[in-house]
C-alpha cells in the first residue's frame, strides 16, 4: 500500500527539519540560529498574542527558545516540529500569564456591563495589523482566553484547567472580551468611515 500524498508530503517536511533538529540536539550554534531564525517570526506572534507589550512578548520569546533548545531531545518526530514549537510557546505564554496574574487587575463579575447592539456593527473589512491592535487592547484576562478559545480552538474546560480559574470564569472572560472587542472594532469602523468622507 502506497502512502497518501499529504504523509509523502510531511514526510519530506520532516526531512527538512530533521538535520536542523539533530544539529540543535548537539547543541550547534548554526542550527540553532538557523531554527530561531525560520521560527521565530510565527513564535514571536503566537507570544503577543498573550503579552501586553511588545517588550513582554520578546521577553517570552526569549523563554520559549530556552525551553525549545533545552527540550529539543524529546521531540520524537512523530508529529508536525511546528506544531510542537507552537505548543511550547502557547505553554509557554500561559506560564507567564499566571507567574503575572498575581499582579494584574481582575475585574469583579458583576462590574462588566454586557450589552451592545449588533445593529452598531458595520461590517467592514479588517486588515490583521487592526485586528492584532484591537485584541492588544484586551485587559490581559480577556485577551488570553479569547486567544486560548478562538485563536487556540481551546475549550472552556483546558482554558480553566490550564489558567487555574473556574471554567465560569473563563467563559466570562471570553464573553466579556467578544463585547470589548465589538466595541473597539465600532470605533475603528466609524474612524475609517469619517477618513473616507
Request: with cysteine; charged share 25%; proline share 2%.
Amino acid at each position: 500500500m502506497q502512502p497518501s500524498p499529504e504523509k509523502i508530503s510531511s514526510f519530506v517536511g520532516m526531512d527538512e527539519y530533521r538535520e536542523l533538529i539533530e544539529g540543535c540536539v548537539r547543541g550547534e550554534r548554526r542550527y540553532q540560529a538557523q531554527l530561531y531564525k525560520k521560527f521565530s517570526g510565527i513564535l514571536f506572534a503566537i507570544c503577543l498574542r498573550y503579552a501586553s507589550s511588545r517588550m513582554e512578548a520578546q521577553d517570552v520569546l526569549q523563554e520559549v527558545f530556552v525551553r525549545v533548545f533545552s527540550n529539543i531531545r524529546s521531540f520524537s518526530f512523530d508529529g508536525s516540529f511546528e506544531g510542537w514549537l507552537k505548543r511550547i510557546a502557547v505553554n509557554t505564554s500561559i506560564t507567564h500569564y499566571r507567574k503575572n496574574l498575581k499582579h494584574a487587575f481582575q475585574e469583579d463579575v458583576e462590574s462588566a456591563a454586557l450589552g451592545i447592539s449588533d445593529t452598531d456593527y458595520t461590517n467592514p473589512e479588517y486588515t490583521a495589523e487592526e485586528l492584532t491592535y484591537c485584541i492588544q487592547k484586551l485587559p490581559l484576562g480577556y485577551r488570553t482566553v479569547f486567544n486560548l478559545y478562538v485563536l487556540e480552538g481551546w475549550m472552556h474546560k483546558e482554558i480553566s484547567d490550564h489558567l487555574g480559574i473556574d471554567i465560569n470564569t473563563s467563559k466570562s472572560q471570553l464573553s466579556r472580551a467578544k463585547v470589548f472587542l465589538q466595541k473597539e472594532l465600532i470605533e475603528l469602523s466609524r474612524i475609517k468611515l469619517t477618513d473616507n468622507e
